[in-house]
C-alpha cells in the first residue's frame, strides 16, 4: 500500500490528503504552522462559484490596470520589487493578456468548476459534513454592473452562448427584486447576471471539520508539524522530506500543496514555479438583529468585491495588491473597503466590529492551477497555483491529483492545467 505525503494543510492539502485516502492509500499531511488551514484558507470571501471563473487576465485588463492604480480605492495595487521573478510573472500575465487564451482558459476553469461542484458533493456525503457544521448555503450569485456598456457587453455575450444555461439577465429593478438589501446602495446599477445554484461556505471551518474526518479515517497516519526544506533523493526519485528539526519524513510519493510556500520548495527539487502572490483582505463582520444583510451572494463588478453571508457574519473579500510576501495589514486598503461596504450595503452588518484579515493567493499568469507531475523527481506531484478560486476548485483538484498518484487518467482534460 503506497504511503503519501501531503505537504500543506489549507484547503488543497486536506481535500488532497482526503481524495488519495479515500483510494486506499495511506496519508500523512505536514503542515508549518500548529493548526491546520492558516493561511489563504483562514478568511477568504467564502464563495463556490463553480461558473463564475474567468480568469484575471484578460485584453482589457492593462488598460483597467492603469485606471485602477490611480484611483485611490481602485482594486489593485502593485509594488515594484527588486525581483527578476515579480518581473517574469508580470511579463507573463501580460502576454496572457489576449481574448483567446482567455478564451481557452476560462472553458477549461468551466468544465474544472463543473467537476469541482460535483467532487465536493460526493465529498461531502462521504465524509458527513453537515451543511450546519460549515455554513453552507446555495443562495446563488449576483454579480452587478455599474457601467451600461459593460453590462451590454456582458448580456449580449450571455444571449449567444447561455441557451437554457443557470445564468440570468437581469435590470436594475429585478436585481433589486432578487436581492432587496440593493435597495439601500448608493451605486447606480446598470444590471446583473444572476447564476444559480451557487453556493457560500466557511472554508475555515470546512477545514476543521475535514482535519477531524481525516483523523479518524482509517488510511490516515496523522499530522506532522514541520517546515519543509526539501527532499532527499535517490535514484530520480524523493525518499524522503527534509525538516527544520533535522528529522526525515519517508513516503512513496509527495504531493505538493502548500500554496505559496511551494514555490521555495520546488526550488530545492530544481523547478521554478510561475507562481505570484496576489494579496488580498476580507472582513468579517457581525449581523445583527435590525441588519439587512444581503440574502444571495454578491460580487461588485467594477470595484471586484464580494460580499456573502456565511452563518451570523457577512464576508466581503477583495483587492489585488502585487506587492510580493508583504503580510502586513495596509489601514488604507482597510479603509477603503470600510468606505466601500458602508456605500453598496449600509444597514447589512456592524462594520465597526469587522475583523481584518489579509492571506497571499498564489496566482500562475494565466490563472489556471497547476496540477499533476512535476516532472523532476518522478513521484513528486503539484497541486498549486489556484489564485482567488482556491475553494472553489480544490474538491476536483484533489480528485485529479490522487487519480493521478493511482496510476490512473484524470477524469478531466488536463491540458492548460500542467506545467509548460
Avoid at 59 to 80: I, M, Q
Avoid at 253 to 265: D, H, K, P, Y
Avoid at 319 to 332: K, Y
Wanted: hydrophobic share 45%; glycine share 10%; net charge neutral.
Amino acid at each position: 500500500m503506497k504511503h503519501c505525503v501531503v505537504i500543506g494543510g489549507g484547503v488543497v492539502g486536506l481535500t488532497t490528503a482526503w481524495a488519495l485516502a479515500e483510494r486506499g492509500m495511506q496519508v500523512t499531511v505536514v503542515e508549518r504552522e500548529p493548526a491546520v488551514a492558516t493561511g489563504a484558507s483562514r478568511a477568504n470571501g467564502g464563495q463556490l462559484s463553480y461558473r463564475y471563473v474567468s480568469p484575471l487576465a484578460d485584453e482589457g485588463v492593462p488598460l483597467k490596470a492603469l485606471r485602477w492604480l490611480l484611483d485611490p480605492d481602485g482594486p489593485l495595487r502593485f509594488k515594484p520589487e527588486a525581483s527578476a521573478h515579480q518581473w517574469q510573472w508580470m511579463w507573463a500575465f501580460l502576454r496572457a493578456c489576449r481574448s483567446s487564451i482567455n478564451r481557452r482558459t476560462t472553458a477549461r476553469l468551466l468544465e474544472l468548476g463543473a467537476y469541482s461542484q460535483q467532487s465536493f458533493g460526493a465529498l461531502a456525503e462521504a465524509a458527513r459534513l453537515a451543511p450546519e457544521e460549515i455554513e453552507l448555503r446555495s443562495p446563488g450569485k449576483l454579480v452587478v454592473y455599474r457601467k451600461p456598456a459593460e453590462f451590454e457587453r456582458t448580456a449580449a455575450r450571455l444571449r449567444k452562448v447561455a441557451q437554457g444555461g443557470p445564468e440570468r439577465a437581469l435590470s436594475h429593478d429585478e436585481c433589486v427584486a432578487l436581492e432587496p438589501a440593493l435597495e439601500s446602495t448608493e451605486a447606480t446599477l446598470a444590471g446583473g447576471i444572476f447564476t444559480e445554484g451557487e453556493a457560500v461556505a466557511d472554508c475555515y471551518k470546512l477545514c476543521v471539520q475535514l482535519a477531524d474526518r481525516l483523523t479518524a479515517h482509517g488510511n490516515f497516519r496523522g499530522f506532522v508539524q514541520a517546515d519543509v526544506l526539501g527532499f532527499v533523493e535517490r535514484g530520480g526519485a524523493a525518499v524522503a522530506l527534509k525538516t527544520h528539526t533535522g528529522d526525515e519524513i519517508p513516503a512513496d510519493e509527495f504531493i505538493v500543496a502548500a500554496g505559496l510556500q511551494s514555490r521555495a520548495l520546488m526550488r530545492t527539487a530544481g523547478l521554478s514555479l510561475p507562481l505570484y502572490p496576489l494579496k488580498g483582505y476580507s472582513l468579517t463582520a457581525p449581523i445583527d438583529a435590525g441588519h439587512k444583510p444581503p440574502v444571495v451572494s454578491v460580487t461588485d463588478f467594477e470595484k471586484k468585491i464580494l460580499y456573502a453571508r456565511i452563518g451570523g457574519d457577512l464576508r466581503v473579500a477583495a483587492i489585488v495588491d502585487l506587492v510580493g510576501e508583504d503580510m502586513s495589514l495596509n489601514p488604507e486598503r482597510i479603509a477603503s473597503l470600510q468606505r466601500a461596504c458602508r456605500a453598496t450595503f449600509p444597514q447589512a452588518a456592524d462594520y465597526d466590529r469587522a475583523a481584518v484579515w489579509t492571506g497571499l493567493r498564489p496566482a500562475t499568469p494565466t490563472g489556471a492551477p497547476i496540477l499533476g507531475a512535476a516532472n523532476t523527481l518522478r513521484n513528486l506531484w503539484l497541486n498549486v497555483g489556484h489564485g482567488a478560486l482556491g475553494f472553489t476548485f480544490s474538491f476536483g483538484c484533489a480528485n485529479i491529483v490522487a487519480e493521478l498518484v493511482a496510476g490512473r487518467s484524470s477524469p478531466v482534460a488536463l491540458d492548460g492545467l500542467q506545467l509548460a
